[in-house]
C-alpha cells in the first residue's frame, strides 16, 4: 500500500478533496499523518465540533498564520470565519478558493 505522503506528491502543493461525504475525515487523517508543517481548510463550512487535534486559526494574517505554521506541532485549520446565525451548532466557514495559493508564497 502507498504511503499517503508519496500520494500527495512534494511538500508545498494544494490538495484538493470532492466528493459527497467522507472530506472531513479524510482531510483530519491526512493532517494527522503529515503532521505539523501542514494547513488544512475548506472552501466550504464546516461544524464547529469538527475541528479535530488541529490548532484552529479563525481569520488569520499571512504572518500569523506563517508564525503558527512555523511553532505548532500539529496540522493548522484556517477559517475565514465563525457563522453562528444558523440554527443549531455554529459553522466554520471556509475560505475564499484562492486563499491557499497565496499561503504557498
Known amino acids: 500500500m502507498a504511503n499517503i505522503a508519496d500520494l500527495l506528491g512534494e511538500p508545498g ?3 484538493s478533496l470532492v466528493g459527497g461525504g467522507g472530506k472531513t475525515t479524510l482531510l483530519h487523517a491526512i493532517g494527522a499523518r503529515l503532521g505539523p508543517k501542514v494547513i488544512l481548510t475548506t472552501t466550504t463550512r464546516m461544524a464547529a465540533h469538527e475541528i479535530g487535534d488541529a ?15 512555523a511553532r505548532d506541532n500539529r496540522p493548522v485549520l484556517v477559517w475565514d470565519r465563525i457563522d453562528d446565525s444558523v440554527v ?18
Open 13 to 15: 502543493r494544494i490538495t
Open 88 to 105: 443549531g451548532e455554529p459553522k466554520g466557514v471556509g475560505v475564499k478558493l484562492d486563499a491557499p495559493a497565496g499561503w504557498l508564497e
Open 55 to 69: 490548532r484552529l486559526l479563525v481569520g488569520p494574517s499571512s504572518a500569523e498564520l506563517a508564525a503558527n505554521v
